[in-house]
């Protein structure tokens, strides 16, 4: 029964996204590729794909119908930068590459611990296609009092984006064309943050995770609104959204309401807000408060989990004004769930589905809760509650005061869609699907599949591929992969 029931899923799967090899390359095999990596061109839609090796990089651009237009080979900075961070087009048809050095140790990085850089520095690579050139530098960045949080492009050019060590002192480092740069600090000692039992504070603190006889490393997880993220990535305290030029930081330590800080990047100007969490009462002894958030198109979605109950509020984020409220308790029928209880119990292992609500509430007891939002076709949205463990997790409590918890660590993301792609295929996770009009009001249907799982299932069996990169194209994702005998695709998922 089982066996037919994964076949019937595989299937519906075939169905709903079918694929198409579009491009094969043999990679010669004395070029050691390291990785592979792809960037889109937003003005032009032209898709560039790297093939990063231990002294240059061999780069192919495809124009909008996908059809190779021209390649290059482009020097690379020095073996230490092999984390691409991120990436900018200028008004004169040059690309620029942003690279952070190397996460695992090298002789000449003492200072990585744990596979992360106390102290990253960062290298750039300009090029053009029409000319053949490329520039190499390493930037002067002294980032010894700081600690690198995200990079993304802007109006104002590439930003890498860092934050004072034990402070609420922000920096950004914006690149313009010729790849200078200019250091814009916000302050934000004059607002104030709260920790769990809502004592004071610093931004540091709700934005690093401690560690015992290592480096302190972030626990801020970007999301991009228009990728499907799992519940491994969202279990996060500390989403960072960007929408236009505002950044939205959002905070779920403090036990009562999450803190809620938006810094616009045209003005620089800042302000901090906070959104009261779901209030949920219980007598019961030996559970912890847990509580998560999540913004999606306007609105608020608050989660909290105490001992038998979860409650949901669905809030408009201008105004506040509670939308809908929903209450989840143990022992008894999840009425708003359109799936069945899914647990996932680790990396490309087949998930389980139950139907108890006890079960649900057992795995939730250990994980950290979390909210993902994504709309539904054209009726209104799939929400995904549940919980996860992540992989490497990090069990530390950020003060005395908090209790211990499981802190989903990514500290160099480089593309919002290959990051989600990562953290739906591996992990312990426990989540249920439901579905709700325009109105919040829960509805019946067939729920949906994020696309990464339907990736995941095309990778089963693949186990000869050595390096993968999922990016998102137009209305469907480009998936390249890499076998370790050097022979490389490129798959179109087409929705």
């Known amino acids: 029964m089982k066996q037919l029931l994964l076949a019937l899923a595989l299937l519906a799967v075939a169905k709903a996204y079918s694929q198409e090899v579009i491009l094969e390359k043999a990679i010669p095999k004395d070029f050691e590729v390291n990785q592979i990596f792809q960037i889109n061109d937003n003005r032009s839609e032209d898709v ?127 690149f313009d064309n010729s790849g200078k740069y200019e250091k814009v600090t916000v302050d934000c000692e004059d607002l104030t943050f709260r920790d769990w039992d809502s004592s004071k504070t610093a931004l540091y603190d709700l934005l690093a995770i401690k560690q015992v006889a290592a480096p302190d490393i972030k626990q801020l997880t970007f999301i991009d609104t228009k990728v499907p993220y799992s519940i491994k990535s969202t279990s996060s305290l500390s989403k960072l959204y960007k929408e236009g030029n505002k950044l939205t930081f959002m905070f779920d330590v403090n036990k009562d309401y999450t803190q809620v800080l938006t810094i616009d990047i045209q003005t620089w100007e800042k302000k901090l807000s906070g959104l009261l969490k779901p209030k949920v009462e219980s007598n019961a002894v030996g559970y912890s408060r847990k509580s998560n958030s999540f913004l999606y198109n306007g609105y608020f979605f608050g989660l909290t989990h105490l001992a038998n109950q979860i409650k949901l509020e669905i809030k408009d984020y201008t105004t506040r004004r509670l939308v809908q409220s929903y209450l989840i308790k143990n022992n008894s029928p999840i009425e708003i769930k359109d799936s069945p209880i899914i647990i996932m119990d680790g990396p490309y292992v087949d998930y389980r589905e139950v139907e108890k609500t006890s079960q649900f509430f057992r795995k939730l007891k250990d994980y950290n809760i979390g909210i993902s939002v994504r709309k539904y076709k054209n009726l209104g949205y799939q929400l995904n509650i549940g919980g996860s463990i992540p992989e490497g997790q990090v069990r530390i409590p950020l003060s005395s005061s908090l209790p211990a918890s499981n802190y989903n660590i990514n500290p160099y993301d480089f593309g919002a869609s290959n990051f989600a792609f990562t953290q739906t295929v591996g992990g312990r996770m426990t989540f249920i699907k439901c579905l709700f009009d325009s109105n919040f009001d829960n509805i019946s249907g067939q729920t949906i599949e994020s696309p990464f799982e339907k990736i995941r299932y095309y990778m089963d069996g693949k186990k000869r591929i050595a390096s993968k990169f999922v990016l998102p194209y137009k209305n469907y994702l480009l998936l390249s992969t890499l076998t370790k005998q050097n022979h490389y695709s490129l798959i179109k998922f087409i929705k």
Do not use: A, W
């Open 48 to 174: 560039v794909l790297f093939f990063h090796g231990n002294d240059s990089i061999k780069s192919y651009l495809f124009q909008d119908d996908l059809s190779l237009k021209d390649s290059t080979t482009l020097t690379s900075l020095p073996p230490r930068y092999r984390s691409f961070i991120g990436s900018q087009f200028t008004d004169d048809s040059r690309c620029q590459l942003f690279f952070s050095t190397e996460r695992r140790p090298f002789p000449e990085q003492p200072n990585l611990t744990n596979g992360f850089s106390s102290k990253p520095k960062f290298g750039l690579i300009i090029f053009s296609f029409l000319s053949k050139e490329n520039t190499v530098k390493e930037l002067e960045l002294s980032l010894t009092k700081e600690m690198y949080l995200e990079s993304f492009s802007s109006e104002n050019g590439f930003i890498i984006m860092t934050i004072k060590k034990k402070s609420d002192i922000l920096n950004f480092y914006c």
